[in-house]
């Protein structure tokens, strides 16, 4: 199957309607002229006849040639901090025909789709001429749809795809592809970090808070301190801060809101797919000893608390909430947490009577037990 390079504009909404950004870049192109690109409804799946019917500017600019062609794409683009970034690709991409093109337009425009796509670029203010059949130039099953999640991989200045600007097809060289074209896992840094603002050089760009690097450098200066500058590092596999003692991990995520509940909110899920979601077999994060923490300023409260003991306690999620201030000490949960594998047979516990049936982990800070696998019942 012929693969290619594809760019699609920036689109800060997934690709599932016009999302504005592209009138703010002042981009030399139809997207930035009209304040909107044909293919910001990529990744808004409407099936007829089986495919979703959507809109690549390269192949319309390539179409005489690819017509009635069955090809690969990998998709790219470049973000509000001008990096290139992968978002996707999409095998067996079917390019339309004439006829099918024709066929696409009346059946969406029949079922009123067009009219949706007509108020999603009134609510960017973009500009509009009279809808044509040749909004639609592919087709492709929703399952050969692959949208990358982010932060979106970023090209390095070796990769192709930097080394390309207009929206064109180009073809992939296959070792090119092989190498460049993957889901990097991002390598940690154990120098601490620059505490000010800064621009994230991933997928939405933009400033970053910049009190969150400056929780970031102290904490982590201060962990460095209590276990030693190479077992502390930070974004090593996007967590904040990973502490590696022997084969234990703690997962530190970072948050800077004032509130403890909102805190947790913002970076539970996170933490949890650092820890156990794993597209990478690789991953620096993946280990099954791995202790959770989520840092903010804000004091947890009794109801914040509580919410936490119940996640560790009937769900036996590994989680911690730890209050840290600019300036401030580090953390008891880091330097008083003690941990001693316990063998097999059965402990007691503030439930009931915990039949341990791996090796567990006891907290010596409040003597919950953490069991591996484990069999429960009330007294």
Known sequence: ?????????????GWRFPSGDIGGLKEKSNAGRDGFGHEEWLFNISKFQGYHYSFLQPVSNSYRKMSGKTIDVLLWTINPAKLRVQVGEIKNCQVLTDGQKKEAFEHYKKAGWLKLMGDDVARVNGKKDEWSYGMFNIRFRPT??????EPFPVAKPTDRIATLKMYKLVPGNRSDVDTQWIVRTRQGSTTIPSPRAYTRSVSQGGTVDPYHPVLQAELMKLLQEQFG????????????????????????????????????????????????????????????????????????????SAYLNLLRDKFHIPVQYCQFESSGALPDAFTTTKQKVLPKGV?????????????????????????????????
Not at 144 to 149: G, L
Request: aromatic share 10%; hydrophobic share 35%.
């Open 229 to 304: 500058n190479d077992n502390v590092v930070r974004e090593s596999g996007w967590v904040d801060i990973t502490v590696s003692t022997g084969k234990k991990r703690m997962l530190i995520e970072i948050k800077t809101y004032p509130v403890a509940k909102r805190a947790i909110r913002e970076a539970l899920g996170q933490i949890l797919e650092y820890a156990y979601f794993h597209s990478d077999p690789q991953s620096p994060t993946q280990t099954v000893d791995a202790e959770l923490f989520i840092v903010a300023p804000g004091s947890a409260d009794e109801k914040a």
């Open 1 to 13: 199957m012929e693969q290619y390079y594809a760019r699609i504009c920036w689109n800060s909404k």
């Open 144 to 149: 050969d749809a692959i949208q990358y999640d």
């Open 347 to 379: 402990y007691r516990d503030k439930d009931g009577i915990l039949t341990l049936t791996w090796d567990a982990i006891v907290d010596n800070q409040d003597n919950h037990a953490f069991p591996v696998i484990h069999k429960k019942r009330k007294q």
